[in-house]
Nanobody
Framework: QVQLVESGGGLVQAGDSLRLSCAAS????????MAWFRQAPGKEREFVAN????????SYSDSVKGRFTISRENAKNMVYLQMNSLKSEDTAVYYC????????????WGQGTQVTVSS
């Protein structure tokens, strides 16, 4: 398993930017993908973005494409989510997730960090 710790959440105004960080530890040598998910109040958890740990290829949900950027720093076992042009509908708890090379899904999760965007 991989242990994940998110940081960087907070309260911002619409149009502002925020960067989330996620520190990974444990079986990082077996990482395949890292991702960000989010869960808004009363809604199910939804995919935001992911990145292939070695190739660096990325994918995004349509709702954040063009505004959010996922990146990683392999040497530090860190993954980031740069969020620009934030909207009130981006308000959610954001979770970092990890998928190992033999797994078919994201099995490691952080505790989450709250992002609140006021309009």
């Amino acid at each position: 398993q991989v242990q994940l710790v998110e940081s960087g959440g907070g309260l911002v105004q619409a149009g502002d930017s925020l960067r989330l960080s996620c520190a990974a530890s444990g079986r990082t040598a077996s990482l395949s993908y890292m991702a960000w998910f989010r869960q808004a109040p009363g809604k199910e958890r939804e995919f935001v973005a992911n990145i292939h740990w070695t190739m660096g290829s990325t994918s995004y949900s349509d709702s954040v494409k063009g505004r959010f950027t996922i990146s990683r720093e392999n040497a530090k076992n860190m993954v980031y989510l740069q969020m620009n042009s934030l909207k009130s509908e981006d308000t959610a708890v954001y979770y970092c997730a990890a998928r190992l090379d033999l797994d078919r899904s994201f099995n490691s999760w952080g505790q989450g960090t709250q992002v609140t965007v006021s309009s």
